[in-house]
């Protein structure tokens, strides 16, 4: 699909791949790199296409696997005018060039779905725990949303101008997969990513049944529902050692990590304000007060059977017949 053009009159051109099945059915929408440094959605596109699976399609596949291309030349989160392409929906032909990107790509492709999936990771030195996003109480999103097979679930809030906020306006539930961290490419967030698309398009009817014999031992996950999160932040300037891993529950008091400045003996704690599961941290040692280094969840359930649940999908995805191969057409 013509999308822009760079500086030197070179077109660009979004590829966008529609697979008709021999059957009707629903039209899903899986998109990914819509901010362009977040790569792992581009490779679960590549290796959902080559399933066998879908070549008994029932219904309508809409495959974008850039969405930002932009961002993805440049290895940036943003367009060129510096926007947010993922706050811009659903855009204006007259508008900034984030906004005329927005409305192309919202008006062509995003309109024309009744499903969408869209795929995300963490910024720039945050790490996202594999989970799905979504805003439960809107019409098809919580089985959409259940049906993924995420151990986490958080039921986030709309923000407008999201891709999930405009689409949800148009009647089109949206979830979004968020796992791992940009400018990466992790493997068991790809494989768990690929399983997830696969078990809603088996739940909205575009694929046949798993059979009970033939499915991959506990691809599937319980599901848990967030009730609420949020960021633990940096209480001094240094270097920041983890102490809590990604996935682990914890409880309030708990030190998380430990800041330090390059000279002296001085340590600072960092204690968890509450309990809950970690779904969210920073990679980077460098740290100044104020910045958001852990990302924690809140459950009705019992933390320690979540944290058993995270840990028994993590381990499966490394038995996956996915994991870490570079052909994906006998899975």
């Known amino acids: 699909m013509p999308a822009a053009q ?3 009159n070179t077109p660009l051109d979004m590829p966008v791949e529609v697979i008709n099945g021999k059957q009707p059915g629903p039209t899903l929408l899986v998109c990914a790199a819509i901010h362009g440094d977040e790569l792992n959605g581009v490779e679960i596109v590549r290796r959902l296409r080559a399933l066998k699976a879908i070549d008994r399609l029932s219904g309508t596949l809409v495959l974008v696997p850039i969405v930002n291309l932009f961002g993805f030349i440049h290895q940036s989160r943003y367009l060129p005018d510096r926007r947010d392409l993922n706050r811009s929906f659903p855009g204006s032909e007259k508008g900034s060039l984030a906004s005329r990107f927005a409305n192309l790509f919202f008006h062509e492709v995003v309109s024309r779905c009744t499903h969408i999936i869209d795929l995300h990771t963490g910024a720039i030195h945050r790490e996202n725990l594999p989970q799905a996003r979504a805003s439960l109480n809107e ?6 949303a259940l049906a993924f097979g995420m151990p986490v679930i958080v ?3 709309i923000t ?3 891709l999930r906020c405009e689409a949800g306006k148009l009647g089109i539930p949206v979830v979004t997969y968020e796992a791992g961290e940009a400018l990466r490419l992790d493997e068991k967030s790809i494989v768990a990513g690929v399983r997830g698309i696969v078990n809603v398009m088996r739940s909205i009817g575009m694929l046949a049944p798993l059979k009970r014999r033939s499915a991959p031992k506990r691809v599937i996950a319980e599901p848990f529902v967030a009730q609420s999160t949020s960021w633990f932040r940096a209480n001094a300037d240094g270097l920041f050692r983890p102490v809590t891993r990604l996935g682990a529950r914890v409880s309030k008091g708990d030190v998380l990590g430990v800041i330090a400045a390059p000279y002296g003996e001085q340590e600072t704690l960092l204690e968890s304000p509450r309990a809950g599961i970690v779904i969210g ?7 100044n007060e104020g910045e958001a280094l852990y990302h924690i969840a809140t459950f009705e359930e019992s933390d320690a059977l979540i944290e058993g649940e995270i840990t028994a999908q993590q381990e499966a995805m490394e038995r996956d017949p996915l994991y870490d191969i570079t052909d994906t057409s006998a899975a």
């Open 155 to 157: 039921n986030a809030g």
């Open 139 to 144: 019409p098809g999103v919580e089985a959409m």
């Open 281 to 287: 941290m920073n990679n980077m040692p460098l740290v």
């Open 160 to 162: 407008e101008g999201t």
């Open 6 to 8: 760079l500086y030197t």
